[in-house]
DNA sequence: TCAATAGTGTCTGTAAGACAATATACC
DNA sequence: GGTATATTGTCTTACAGACACTATTGA
């Protein structure tokens, strides 16, 4: 490795924001206020900040919260884009991040959502971003407790096994469901249950923090 | 976004290029040749040609190309590092790949194979990036086809179970293991047999070109 | 015929899916 | 008690793992 006599990239973050409505994933877009493709709908995103990021998830956090005024409850990098004719203003990588969040917290942000499998138009490669964050989303539902993650801290099983139905695109058994998720001991009982018309329901929280990987997954077919 | 008052940060590539040994995955490392870390053992990589490179993935082939004189048969993006410190040259980014190579190829290159469970010091963050790639091979093995592109085009059961047991660490059952990648049909016969002192296997090739997704993954525990 | 590996058949335990039965709330 | 949902129990089936058996080659 010689010393870059290569004039250097332009480089980028961009994220990929989703909640859950009751049609599926919704992506978080706004619109372009400035060229390129002024006017058009894009992800989140901006310029990695030199002097105050710690690194491109860092400055994905603050484009989020710059943008949408939120913390966020997962953050992951997705991939990074590259080339040289993604953005006119010459060779460019954008580093890509998803990010999930409950409805509540999406509802109350001045971003406008969008349904996944109808995606408008969008500036640069952006279109092709989102789609990669689905799939992405969609297949890690399969195998981890990521559908948590679009639910508020706390849930029921009957709210979470319809988060990973929406996301698997098929229905579950509900008595497999119980078992399946309840012996992976990601799932943590509260004291309270759910109010209603109805028998009340137990409501639980995520063990840890993080994703957890199920032993055995859901198959995706 | 508005256009860019911030410096441009250092972009580079590094590939994780990986290849099974007899004791594990073992990965290739070159002695840097220039400062930062003149001297030290490094994974190959080099910065973006803005002229001749198509995008980061083709940067990271011709590298390998150039450093190691092969075309290399599976190639994935890892992920991306950033931040102000792993650089001594400044804010840095690094869009990191891993690359399989059977055993007969790593062997024909000027490399330096070390095994992946017992890294030397690396420069830059250069070892954390190899134990993140090694991380993400072996969680790949247990729900892909992946091992398959740790062997030559050909192959027979007994390689293929072998390369899957290296990855995964235990031992698998060989009737299990040939009912279930059988049943994948990921696997295609050739007319071919393996020589021998005894009976002759079969000997197949991958059906696609492309890692296939297993319907039931190996259990990791 | 033996040794060594390839390939097949059978049994068993586990767990998922289907579905019925029971529990618990508010009305 | 009626109704709607939560939770538990039971049955059946599919399949992974264990392991024994058969097949095929060269020596």
């Known amino acids: 490795m010689t ?18 409505g009751e049609d599926g994933l919704e992506v978080a877009l706004m619109r372009r206020d400035a ?4 006017g058009a709908w894009s992800l989140p995103g901006g310029f990695v900040h030199a002097d105050a990021d710690r690194d491109c998830a ?20 997705l991939a990074t884009f590259s080339g040289p004719d993604r953005d006119p203003r010459g060779w460019s990588i954008s580093v ?16 406008a959502w969008h349904r996944c499998d109808s995606l408008p138009e969008m500036a640069f490669d ?7 964050a689905v799939e992405r989303v969609r297949a890690k539902a399969s195998y981890s407790s990521l559908p948590a993650f679009l639910l508020p801290p706390t849930f029921t099983l009957a709210q979470l096994q319809a988060a990973y139905e929406r996301l698997l695109g098929r229905p579950l058994d509900r008595a497999s469901f119980r078992r399946r998720i309840l012996e992976q001991d990601v799932l943590q009982a509260t004291d309270a249950k759910a109010g209603g018309a ?3 329901a137990q409501i639980y929280r995520m063990r840890e923090k993080d994703l957890a990987f199920l032993d055995r997954p859901f198959c995706p077919a």
């Not at 004039?7 to 994220?15: A, F, L, Q, S």
């Not at 060229?35 to 002024?38: D, G, I, K």
């Not at 400055?59 to 953050?75: F, M, P, T």
């Open 3 to 20: 010393e870059n006599a290569y004039p250097r990239p332009i480089c980028t973050i961009d994220v990929v924001l989703l909640t859950l």
């Open 35 to 38: 060229e390129p493709h002024a």
């Open 58 to 77: 860092d400055a994905a956090r603050r484009v989020l919260q710059a943008k949408a005024g939120i913390a966020i409850s997962w953050l992951e990098q």
């Open 96 to 111: 890509a991040y998803v990010a999930l969040v409950p409805r509540e917290t999406a509802d109350g942000t001045p971003l």
């Open 126 to 132: 952006h279109a092709r971003i989102a789609r990669t």
């Open 198 to 200: 109805h028998r009340p």
